[in-house]
């Protein structure tokens, strides 16, 4: 403990203020001279959480700026809807894309729903600055942004961060727009990439051999969300082509998300034996029990976390207790339907990892909570 009078060392200080809000750094710096420093050193921003729906709000611009040179990673929220939000988003992307060429991972994340034929080009159009400007850009997560992403964008980041990474474009939008075209060169670029998530149409055979080429760098997480009319059309990938991609990089993980607008004959043609999936979620308008089964017999072995949403039957819950039976490597399973007794016991007694659990015997209000294993 500091005795009364004593200032602890710039760098303790630090340690402190990288766990404040931003409002709060900004408050501390304005303290003494020691304090401001402390709060503007490169150690509290390098990883950064923003919302602009409450922390800008009041912040001294000339603070915020002087910091953004230190950021590395940014995790930015705003709410589209909200205009003072989404022009503050707007403008710390700019002034990032001004100021920080070596920002090394952005995080966007919108909260609440977007306006109605809402296309968020003043949104995507900052992205694409900070695309041209951040050639050190390693990890781009767009998931959790509500507007259509399409092939300008992903060549943007081709050409502008050729030391990337990561890249996440499987969005929850009804519209694919990201071609295989724009993904081939995507890769060709970025030869470092070892994480990518799309949308099943913008996923090609010739993607998937230019991944098991010799010279790849190891492959780790490819994340594939069905839910477009694209995706229902989409060509089947070869199961020889996931086969010799398993081959290639034995530690990848594939995570599978198929929705509503996937029709039965497209569920098939997805699902191939020889895919390395690890996540599984199921949340079909059609059949769901052959989807899991298909899961129990052909990824028994790299099956990690499953989620289904459907109505509950005596067959799921056959189908379920067989899978738990198979895969014992189960870390998650969250069922978003009444089961009975006898899947509980069954991934309680054949999953000894299993960390987490939405198995619900009876009907309760929602949202679910998941069990927690001890």
Known sequence: ??????????EVLALIFRHLPLRDRAAAARVCRTWAAAATCSTVWHNTNISCDCELEGMQPQYLSACLDHVQNLRLEFVPSREPSRLAAIELLTALAGRNPELRGLCLECRGEKRLFDSGRDVLDAVHALCRAARA?????????????????????AHGCPELCSLFVDNSTLVGSVGPGSVLKLLEACPCLRALGLHLASLSRTALEALAAPDRAPFELLALRCACPEDARAPPLPNEAW??????????????ELEPALPAESVTRVLQPAVP????????????VGPVRFAARHYAATLRALEVRAAASAELDAALEELAERCAGLREVHCFCVVRPSVLHAFRTHCPRLRSYTLKLTREPHPWRPTLVA
Request: hydrophobic residues 45%.
């Open 1 to 10: 403990m500091a005795e009364p009078g004593e200032q602890l060392p710039e």
């Open 137 to 157: 850009l390693r990890h781009l997560d767009l998931r959790r942004l509500p507007f259509t992403l399409d092939d300008a964008l992903v060549l943007q980041v």
């Open 243 to 256: 086969a010799e991609l398993s081959r290639r990089h034995p530690g990848l993980a594939v995570e599978l």
């Open 277 to 288: 999936v690890a996540a599984l979620r199921l949340s079909l308008s059609g059949d769901t």
